[in-house]
T-cell receptor, first 112, second 112 residues
């Protein structure tokens, strides 16, 4: 089984809808991240969490919110989706010692 | 903030050829990672290499921190090496909400 899972893998939604992307990990890592990737570009950090009670904004947090429900779960919400949020979204984890990041398979989101 | 530049942006190889990918960064770092994103979008961590040299099979990486660059070597390339290679760096202390800054990647196509 995959160590970092994301659901859903693909999602089509309409402008103005609220959606949630979920991430779970079995690696036992304390740190979790949400990234966005636009075509032909690198990754941009949306939010990150270094433990259950720690939530931090990344480079592009506007229009997004997150919840760290448990050490193993970190969800990303788009409160009112807009077309320019169409992108590939990745969840990642790391531990505080090695800092190597491990990625989930990604969620392809299309906002119409 | 710190800038990360990768070169070349695109590279086409024949199977069996060797290649060198470069990552330059504008400030001293204490975290540098190389990732491979395959054509299906999956991101895999290749190396955690803030300094020194590491090897893993046909891949090796060298970071010269004092000169602010890192190199990724691919020897005897295979079609499965195709995809985008990203360099990501971070600076600051491990406990101080350190986060990765990503380059735009090198897109590699290996032809049979």
């Amino acid at each position: 089984d995959a160590d970092v899972t994301q659901t859903p893998r693909n999602r089509i939604t309409k402008t103005g809808k609220r959606i949630m992307l979920e991430c779970s990990q079995t690696k036992g890592h304390d740190r979790m991240y949400w990234y966005r990737q636009d075509p032909g570009l690198g990754l941009q950090l949306i939010y990150y969490s270094f433990d259950v009670k720690d939530i931090n904004k990344g480079e592009i947090s506007d229009g997004y919110s997150v919840s760290r429900q448990a050490q193993a779960k970190f969800s990303l919400s788009l409160e009112s989706a807009i077309p320019n949020q169409t992108a590939l979204y990745f969840c990642a984890t790391s531990d505080s010692h090695r800092e190597t990041q491990y990625f989930g398979p990604g969620t392809r989101l299309l906002v119409l | 903030g710190i800038q990360v530049e990768q070169s070349p942006p695109d590279l086409i190889l024949q199977e069996g050829a060797n290649s060198t990918l470069r990552c330059n960064f504008s400030d001293s770092v204490n975290n540098l990672q190389w990732f491979h994103q395959n054509p299906w979008g999956q991101l895999i961590n290749l190396f955690y290499i803030p300094s020194g040299t590491k090897q893993n099979g046909r891949l090796s990486a060298t970071t010269v921190a004092t000169e602010r660059y890192s190199l990724l070597y691919i020897s005897s390339s295979q079609t499965t090496d195709s995809g985008v290679y990203f360099c990501a760096v971070a600076t600051g202390h491990a406990g101080n909400n350190r986060k990765l800054i990503w380059g735009l990647g090198t897109s590699l196509a290996v032809n049979p």
